[in-house]
């Protein structure tokens, strides 16, 4: 479920881009202005609008740390501003003097890369705002620009209707031409990265004015050569597409189109999970919270919608059982609660219940003073029950052990969903993570593999081209509607 929390009708003229940071969101228009507001509760700060544009704002985005806003106009400018401030840091003159239709940085904030309407590109080295290259496509308007999570390459996109590869030298490393007929209108990397065998694998979205959503698999093999695949299409807008992203994790897509809808799919399954249809015009801009369910949509009305994902969950903690659940029971029998509850969900007296019905009663008293319930029971080793938790009998500890696998084990075979399963723990994910791998894990375990595996997967035993981790909300929430149905 998808609810319109809150709406902004600051700009005088069509709502252009839109992007967050983890602590801000801005905005740019064709009124030559960009405003910032808190991503917290969508006040807007002080020191916005940001003026200095003489034309219309086509493209902003954040650096990574969140302390740039970088954006660019038909004013044939560039421009860096501090978000601490308001100030303007650099002012980046495209060569050539061409209006400047988009912009984007790379993920780690080293290269920038602005796009113009005689189909110029210049690449800049971020820190230091010195152009780097310049190179391009002649007879055609760049409009879509995207850098890969790896940050090495980046995809333009045209009016041409031409999807193309670039790495850091501008050499172009592959041309996908006619991915959309009549032309190309924006493109978004996927955050995540698919390695195995001689293949790393990346995924782009691209949409444009033949109505048209198309997920790609861009491969790289080991010889350095690209290939571009289409996975899907995707035609549940009615008229040309105009802006598209992917949520933090990559699991969801969000699209707007000349209709003026908004439509939300599974990335992996290409399934249409939501279409909205509040704007009164173009739906021209869309962008996922890194560090949140939201979803921030812009349109020719002016206006800047902010929608929250509803997971379906309870609200207590996440949790979803009934108020006269395990908390509730008398601790000498079952409680009624448990049984429909996730070991990790499990309260102190669920666990001293348990302990209770598998002949291991001379256990609840410690469990008790140790605060003990079903997260910290599924995480017990032979090592803490005995330097932790004092547990001596060697007899007693093996019991128990044995009763936890059985438990385990039962909570494999109740029909818990593999891909909610963390690969190297086995047990239901709480907080799960997306690897560099492609591969969700929760956090706690791949961090620690990472740490003692020298950055190696632990599903393909291949180097991980990064530590990032990427919180994967989709799954979590996922596997809090499955919880709520158990």
């Not at 990397?189 to 001689?198: E, K």
């Not at 992917?246 to 439509?263: A, E, H, P, R």
């Not at 128990?400 to 047990?427: A, M, N, Q, V, Y």
Request: net charge negative.
């Amino acid at each position: 479920m998808a609810s319109l929390i809150c709406t902004l009708q600051d700009h005088q003229d069509d709502v252009n881009w839109c992007s967050f940071s983890a602590a801000l969101f801005a905005t740019c228009s064709g009124d030559k202005t960009l405003r910032v507001y808190s991503a917290l509760d969508f006040s807007e700060l002080p020191f916005s609008p940001l003026t200095g544009h003489g034309y219309g704002v086509h493209c902003c985005c954040f650096s990574a740390c969140g302390q740039f806003l970088v954006s660019c106009s038909t004013d044939a400018t560039t421009v860096v501003w501090s978000t601490g401030t308001g100030d303007i840091e650099a002012v980046l003159e495209h060569p050539g003097r061409s209006p400047v239709r988009i912009c984007a940085l790379s993920p780690d904030s080293a290269h920038l890369v602005s796009g113009a309407s005689d189909g110029t590109l210049a690449l800049w080295d971020f820190p230091s705002k010195r152009l780097r290259r310049t190179g391009g496509v002649s007879d055609t308007t760049m409009v879509a620009c995207s850098f890969s999570p790896c940050g090495q390459i980046f995809a333009t996109g045209s009016t041409y209707g031409d999807l193309r590869l670039w790495d850091l030298d501008l050499n172009q490393l592959h041309a996908e031409k006619n991915a959309h007929d009549l032309g190309v209108s924006c493109c978004a990397f996927a955050p995540s990265i698919l390695s195995g065998g001689q293949l790393v694998q990346f995924r782009l979205a691209s949409c444009g004015q033949d109505s048209h959503l198309k997920i790609w698999a861009v491969n790289k093999f080991s010889s350095g050569a690209f290939k571009m695949q289409l996975l899907h299409t995707l035609t549940a807008q009615a008229a040309p597409v105009l802006c598209c992203s992917f949520s933090s994790d990559g699991q969801l897509l969000v699209s707007g189109s000349v209709d003026k809808s908004v439509t939300i799919y599974d990335a992996n399954n290409a399934v249409l999970l939501h279409k909205l249809n509040h704007h009164e015009r173009y739906v021209t801009a869309c962008c996922f919270s890194s560090t949140s369910p939201l979803i921030a949509t812009g349109s020719m009305d002016k206006s800047v919608h902010i929608w929250r994902l509803e997971d379906g969950a309870g609200r207590r903690g996440g949790k979803s059982f009934p108020e006269d659940s395990a908390q509730t029971q008398n601790e000498g029998s079952a409680p009624a609660g448990r049984t429909r509850l996730l070991v990790a969900d499990w309260s102190e007296a669920d666990v001293s219940a348990w302990l209770q019905e598998e002949g291991l009663a001379g256990l609840v008293d410690t469990f008790r003073a140790n605060n003990m319930d079903g997260a910290e029971l599924l995480r017990l080793t032979k090592e803490t029950l005995a330097s932790e938790l004092g547990v001596e009998s060697v007899g007693l500890r093996g019991k128990l052990l044995r009763k936890l696998e059985e438990l385990k084990g039962e909570l494999l075979g109740s029909g818990t969903p593999d891909e909610f399963l963390c690969p190297i723990t086995r047990e239901l994910m709480r907080e799960p993570v997306i690897a560099a791998d492609g591969y969700s894990y929760e956090r706690e375990a791949i961090e620690g593999w990472i740490h003692t595996k020298n950055r190696s997967s632990p599903m393909t035993n291949l180097p991980l081209l990064t530590t990032l981790l990427t919180p994967n909300h989709t799954l979590k929430m996922a596997i809090s509607r499955w919880k709520s149905s158990q």
